[in-house]
C-alpha cells in the first residue's frame, strides 16, 4: 500500500515538473519572440526616418522637400518615438522577469499607443503620395511625381518599411494582449453553479 502511495506521488511529481517545464519553455520562447519583434523596428525605424529626412529634389519646377509637407513630418516623428520606445522596450524584455500585473498593463498600453500612432503616420503619409501620384482634380491638386519622380520614390520606400514597422507592432499587441488577458480567470457560468446547486438539493 505505502510502495503504491510513493509510486503515485512519484509520477505526481514528475507530472507537475514536466508540466513546469513546458510551461518554462513556452514562456521562454515567446520572450525570445517578442525581443526580436522589438529590436526589428528599431532598424527598420531608423532606415524610413533616415530615407525621409534625406528626399529632396529640386529642378526648373523648383525645389520639393519631405518637411514641406505635415504628413511626413509626422511620419519622421512617429519613427523616431518608435525607434527609441523599441529599443528601451527591448532592453527589458531581454531580462527575465515575472510579469506582474502592473507590467503587463504598461505594456499592454505603450504597444497599443505605439501600434495606432505608427499606422496613423502611415495612412496619412500613404494619403501624401497618393495625392502625388494620381493627383485631385476637384481641387486642382496635379500630379507631382512626373515631376518630381525621385521624391516620390524616396517618399514611397519610407513608407512601405513604416509598414513593416506596423506588421511588428500588430504582432507585439497580440503578444501583450495575451499576456495581460491570460492573467484573469475565466468568466464563472452562474447559471451552471444553480442548476449543481439544485441537483445537490435533489
Known amino acids: 500500500m ?3 502511495n510513493a509510486k503515485t506521488t512519484d509520477v505526481t511529481t514528475g ?3 514536466t508540466t513546469c517545464q513546458e510551461k518554462d519553455g513556452s514562456s ?3 520572450r525570445m519572440t517578442e525581443m526580436l519583434l522589438r529590436l526589428i523596428p528599431v532598424g527598420l525605424c531608423v532606415a524610413a526616418l533616415v530615407v525621409m529626412i534625406k528626399d529632396s529634389e529640386s529642378n526648373d519646377y523648383g525645389s520639393l522637400s519631405y518637411s514641406n ?3 511626413f513630418r509626422f511620419l519622421v516623428h512617429a519613427n523616431g518615438i518608435l525607434a527609441g520606445y523599441s529599443l528601451v522596450s527591448a532592453a527589458f524584455t531581454s531580462v527575465p522577469r515575472p510579469m506582474t500585473m502592473p507590467r503587463a498593463w504598461t505594456f499592454f498600453l505603450l504597444d497599443q499607443v505605439s501600434t495606432y500612432l505608427i499606422l496613423a503616420a502611415g495612412a496619412v503619409a500613404t494619403e501624401l503620395v497618393f495625392l502625388a501620384y494620381k493627383g485631385d482634380e476637384q481641387v486642382t491638386w496635379s500630379e507631382a511625381c512626373g515631376t518630381y519622380g525621385h ?3 524616396q ?7 513604416t509598414f513593416l514597422v506596423v506588421v511588428c507592432y500588430v504582432l507585439l499587441s497580440l503578444i501583450s494582449s495575451y499576456r495581460l488577458f491570460s492573467k484573469y480567470d475565466a468568466p464563472v457560468n452562474k447559471e451552471i453553479e444553480i442548476v449543481d446547486l439544485r441537483n445537490q438539493q435533489i
Open 69 to 71: 509637407f505635415t504628413g
Open 151 to 153: 521624391f516620390c520614390r
Open 15 to 17: 507530472n507537475i515538473a
Open 2 to 4: 505505502a510502495n503504491n
Open 155 to 161: 517618399e514611397t520606400t519610407s513608407i512601405i518599411i
Open 28 to 30: 521562454s520562447s515567446i
